[in-house]
């Protein structure tokens, strides 16, 4: 007969309570991966999950690193534009994003074998474009990955109570799910980042610090080219608040077994993509560095990228920078619970950096991680300026983070409980249930809610874009306020709407590129009638965009490609 007393204490503190928490841990990954999926899912929404899967299509049909979503800018400072003839037959290599992601996309293409026609006959009945939900197949794994490995590194940290609580925040964080759904590197960043953390620990446990220390560290090197992982590298932050490809700049110090250092070798990974980019720009850094003169006040909005008459004496300063950085961590200490999804996990962390853990591995981990992310801090505020986060998700590089915050905040909270002593453990699960609960409330708000559109409108249609196909012949070129969308559902080279008719639109249709066709949608309706379109950086396409006056209009043909509506127009040479 089974002993009760005996079986009480295994459900309290025993092995069953480990495999409980460890069951309720996968039920609860998997089950919110499904309903949030089915519930929240209606396509992608964001310029920069588009711009990176695109970028995959074209490593997946082994067209190397080049892209189809093209900025005026890119043009400007690419070593070839003196000779901007070639424009019109060679590949244009990518300049901005980084190669981690898109290289790991690519590979999920191909064994999966994506299929990125859409026959013309489903297009009425489509209301998904397939690679996207291979992409968010890929994230959600990622995602489930990262959870996983956080919950043995804190295991290997701490102990199983603090491993639950730390994963069960993460888990229920809706930031973190929205930001797999929309097709971002998070999932992927967050899943480096849990490698690096628990190799990083074992470092600090092991004889073999050395070693280990140095894989963990280039990983987080490797890291830092999408979305600045870890903070190892805060340079690829600055350059771009969506990652750009940078060495870390952190020498991993690991103790090892006669109480010397092991020194990781970070950046090792991207070193040749910074080759290549200083044989195509001269800097390593390609482009990255320009997100944080965007939308300053020399150029706001949009306007820098859209810009091909400009120089580097024109973009960068130090008044610019030191603005930037001003702004952004204003905008960051004010919002901080934003930038991380809710208060709980932030909250705890802030307190633990005051406490004194007794382990070396603890210890040593909070400072090593709490630099990381003041130093990311930094760059990221300079990217983001007092841009809103949550319009452009992309920036947000401090929601990498979050394992670290979740980890050494539930230790915080497992120390404070265990000062309290109760009588027995049963009392703490009320307590859990409060912090679990207030961190996934902005989850339980939104799977609650109805079902979201069927697409991202405004301003995406997927079948729409996919259908302009048939009036765009592949080897021409094209420019449209949304060339994110039009090189990912309609797969033809695009460039981003120039910012002036004369200095910028028509030398690179005179010279370079030949634009048979201009798309406007509402997306460049969207903003503020006289600030940004009639006197702002839209201004000399007030016209067309407000749907009103086409007398300036570069292309003679007008088409409203919406039966009955005027959201999208299309301009082009032929009638």
């Known amino acids: 007969m089974v002993d009760l007393q005996q079986l009480v204490y295994s459900v309290e503190a025993g092995a069953v309570s480990v495999w409980i928490r460890r069951g309720a841990v996968a039920v609860l990954v998997l089950g919110l991966g499904v309903y949030y999926y089915v519930s929240q899912f209606n396509g992608f929404s964001n310029s920069e999950a588009m711009d990176q ?40 290599p990518d300049l901005v994003n980084p190669p981690l ?5 690519a590979g999920l293409f191909t064994l999966a074998g994506a299929d ?71 999932p992927f960043c967050l899943l480096l980042l849990c490698v690096a953390g628990l190799l990083t620990n074992e470092a600090l446990r092991s004889e073999e610090a050395e070693e280990r220390g140095g894989l963990a560290d280039q990983l987080l090197g490797g890291g830092s080219g999408d979305r600045g992982t870890a903070g190892a590298d805060p340079l690829s932050v600055a350059g771009r608040g969506r990652g750009a490809g940078g060495p870390g700049i952190f020498r991993l110090q690991t103790a090892d077994a006669d109480g010397g250092a092991g020194v990781g070798h970070p950046g090792g990974l991207l070193l040749p993509w910074f080759l290549r980019n200083l044989q195509l720009t001269g800097n390593p850094l390609a482009l990255a560095w320009v997100e944080i003169y965007v939308d300053n006040g020399r150029f706001p909005l949009d306007g820098l990228w859209r810009t091909y008459d400009v120089g580097v004496a024109q973009v960068a300063g130090g008044r610019e920078l030191l603005r930037a950085v001003t702004l952004g961590i204003s905008q960051i200490l004010t919002h901080w619970a934003v930038f991380f999804g809710g208060v709980v996990p932030s909250a705890l962390f802030i307190a633990a950096i005051f406490h004194v853990f007794r382990r070396l591995q603890s210890r040593a981990g909070l400072w090593f991680w709490a630099v990381a992310l003041a130093l990311t801090l930094v760059m990221n505020a300079a990217v983001l300026k007092d841009r809103v986060v949550a319009d452009l998700p992309h920036l947000n590089n401090m929601v990498v983070f979050m394992p670290v915050l979740c980890g050494f905040g ?75 969308a039009t090189a990912w559902y309609t797969d033809r080279i695009t460039v981003w709407l120039p910012r002036r008719l004369q200095e910028d639109y028509y030398p ?11 798309l406007l949608t509402p997306y460049s309706s969207q903003f503020r ?12 396409w007030a ?6 006056e086409f007398a300036r209009a570069p292309l003679p043909a007008v088409n409203y490609l919406w039966t009955g509506r005027d959201d999208y127009l299309y301009l082009s040479d032929q009638r």
Not at 122 to 143: A, D, G, H
Not at 508 to 518: E, T, Y
Not at 543 to 548: E, Q, S, T, V, Y
Request: a positive charge.
């Open 53 to 92: 899967a695109q970028l995959a299509r074209q490593l997946a049909r082994g067209e190397g690193f080049t892209t189809k979503f093209i900025r005026p800018l890119s043009l400007a400072f690419h070593s070839n534009s003196d000779r901007p003839n070639e424009l019109r037959t060679a590949r244009y």
């Open 101 to 105: 992601y898109p290289l790991a996309l």
């Open 116 to 186: 990125f026609q859409v026959p013309r006959e489903s297009l009425k009945t489509m209301t998904v474009y397939r690679p996207e939900q291979w992409i968010v197949l890929f994230n959600t794994l990622c995602f489930i990955g990262a959870c996983s490995i956080f919950y043995f590194w804190m295991v290997r940290c701490f102990d199983d109570r603090v491993a639950f609580l730390a994963t069960a925040l993460m888990i229920v964080t809706d930031l973190l799910w929205a930001q797999s759904l929309a097709g971002l590197a998070t």
């Open 410 to 484: 539930a230790a915080l909270f497992y120390i404070l409980i265990d000062r309290v002593k109760f009588p027995t453990p049963l009392l703490v699960y009320p307590i859990l249930a409060v912090l679990i609960g207030i961190q996934a409330t902005p989850l339980v708000v939104r799977v609650v809610q109805n079902r979201t559109a069927v697409f991202s409108y405004p301003p995406y249609i997927p079948p729409l874009l996919v259908d302009l196909q048939r009036l765009q012949p592949e080897d021409r070129n094209y420019v449209a306020d949304i060339p994110w």
């Open 508 to 518: 690179l249709n005179d010279f370079a590129l030949n634009f048979k066709g201009i």
């Open 529 to 540: 009638l006289f600030s940004d379109i009639m006197v702002g950086p839209y201004k000399d």
């Open 543 to 548: 016209g067309m965009i407000m749907r009103k």
